[in-house]
């Protein structure tokens, strides 16, 4: 018998919000409501926040009535406000809950800061509570391996989210030690994890070696924080004969984006605080995501640009939901390969070969001159069939174009057997 694909608990939610029964949720709707809140958010920063004063002095709210009209107000950027955040505030330092530092993605070495109110901490936890219950069961155990040190850290968020669900939650962090991981999984007998996705790869192959007992208690993954390649996800849903969710999320949302639901098609958005666009569209829709936030208190920010490429689905999504979603977020905009004839790729097009051959761990991308180096790692008592991971590249046009006129291709492997401390950092791709 056919499973029955459950309806996203993300369209309940925005119903509910909305105060309309779920049959008569559409996007009309939705951006109806999106509408109104943006025209609330510009009002807000106008009043509040030093920068947008300025840079809105000429905007009216009143005006912005069209999706058009949101198309014309100014975008932000990262560089924008670092080392220049406190101009984006909206409420006393005081009134901040949380301030999280990371390294922007140029190369000047500066760092942002986004700041947090406790009213925008228990947003994005109101919407990881909605998220998980795609993939939960009353009673459920759920083993949290993504960093969990700190107050407003992903780890305690998930936490927090699920304290009143009944869902016993343990922390692990992100994976150093492959080992100790799954001595720790071993131990909780977790029937859902959430992890980075080559760390939980690595973590699925680890268990290889005791034929996956763990499977028999596994039945969902949620992968998140970096590019989540096709052939890895089937590999540990495989391995684990288990869902595997991806989730879409990054610092400036507050953590949470977007989550697929059990018709894995698309990712379905956090619509009622984000208002997502991709501006910038080739001929097959694909361009750059930007997104402005709806109800955040702290620092908002408005038609902010992500650096992260993705485009939009628009056909109805096989648990019967109507709303608009991100298809597919295929990677950062930093992380474009720019090959000899012109072509381009994205790194996650050679994460995508590179994990179709089972011992593949991990990977390094390096680019040097007319060289394209893959260092993949495996476990030391492994071996890796270089050739698989050759032919599935040579596969890829744009590489068997760029072959053509000159490129070379070099995979080399190394062993691994701990991760990075810094387990949550983004893959990029190493230019030489």
């Known amino acids: 018998m056919k499973d029955i694909i459950k309806r996203s608990p993300v369209d309940y939610w925005i119903a509910d919000r909305l105060g309309i029964e779920i049959k008569d949720l559409t996007q009309d709707k939705l951006f109806n409501m999106q509408l109104d809140a943006f025209r609330e958010t510009v009002k807000y920063v106008k009043s509040e926040s030093k920068y947008y004063k300025k840079l809105f002095d000429n905007i009216e709210p009143e005006d912005i009535k069209t999706e058009k009209d949101i198309q014309n107000i100014p975008l932000t950027c990262e560089q924008d406000f670092a080392g220049n955040e406190k101009e984006f505030l909206c409420v006393s330092q005081?009134?901040?809950?949380?301030?999280?530092?990371v390294h922007t993605t140029g190369t000047t070495g500066k760092q942002k800061r986004i700041y947090f109110s406790e009213k925008d901490q228990l947003s994005t936890?109101?919407?990881?509570?909605?998220?998980?219950?795609?993939?939960i069961n009353p009673d459920d155990v759920m083993l949290v391996m993504m960093s969990g040190g700190t107050e407003g850290s992903i780890g305690r968020s998930v936490e927090y989210a699920?304290?009143?669900?009944?869902?016993?939650?343990?922390?692990?962090?992100s994976i150093v030690n492959v080992?100790?991981?799954?001595?720790?999984?071993?131990?909780?007998?977790?029937?859902?994890?959430?992890?980075?996705?080559?760390?939980?790869?690595?973590?699925?192959?680890?268990?290889?070696?005791?034929?996956?007992?763990?499977?028999?208690?596994?039945?969902?993954?949620?992968?998140?924080?970096?590019?989540?390649?096709?052939?890895?996800?089937?590999?540990?849903?495989?391995?684990?004969?288990?869902?595997?969710?991806?989730?879409?999320?990054?610092?400036?949302?507050?953590i949470a984006g977007g989550v697929e639901c059990e018709g894995f098609s698309g990712y379905h958005t956090r619509d009622l605080d984000l208002y997502f666009e991709i501006i910038n569209e080739d001929e097959n829709g694909i361009g750059e995501i930007v997104f402005t936030t709806l109800n955040r208190e702290g620092m908002p920010l408005i038609r902010y640009k992500t650096g992260d490429i993705g485009k939009f689905t628009e056909t109805e999504c096989p648990c019967?939901?109507?709303?608009?979603?991100?298809e597919r977020v295929y990677g950062r905009k930093r992380n474009i390969i720019k090959l000899l004839d012109g072509g381009e790729i994205y790194l996650s097009e050679i994460g995508n070969a590179v994990f179709y051959e089972d011992n593949i761990i991990d990977y390094e991308c390096i680019v040097r001159n007319s060289e394209l180096i893959i260092e993949v790692k495996i476990f030391p008592e492994d071996e890796a069939d270089i050739n698989i991971i050759l032919n599935k590249l040579k596969q890829i046009d744009a590489i068997d174009n760029a072959l053509k006129k000159g490129l070379e291709i070099k995979v080399i492997s190394s062993y691994i057997t701990d991760f990075p401390e810094d387990g949550?950092?983004?893959?990029?791709?190493?230019?030489q």
């Open 94 to 101: 005081r009134e901040i809950n949380r301030v999280v530092t």
């Open 125 to 135: 936890i109101e919407f990881m509570r909605v998220g998980f219950s795609t993939m």
């Open 162 to 173: 699920l304290d009143k669900s009944g869902i016993k939650t343990n922390v692990h962090g």
């Open 179 to 254: 080992r100790d991981a799954y001595e720790n999984l071993i131990s909780f007998k977790p029937n859902i994890i959430v992890g980075i996705p080559h760390q939980i790869g690595a973590l699925s192959k680890y268990g290889q070696k005791f034929d996956n007992s763990e499977a028999k208690y596994i039945n969902s993954v949620l992968l998140s924080a970096d590019d989540i390649p096709e052939s890895l996800r089937k590999r540990i849903s495989s391995l684990w004969n288990c869902k595997v969710f991806n989730h879409y999320g990054m610092t400036e949302f507050g």
């Open 320 to 326: 019967g939901s109507k709303l608009k979603r991100i």
């Open 424 to 431: 949550n950092k983004k893959k990029t791709v190493i230019f």
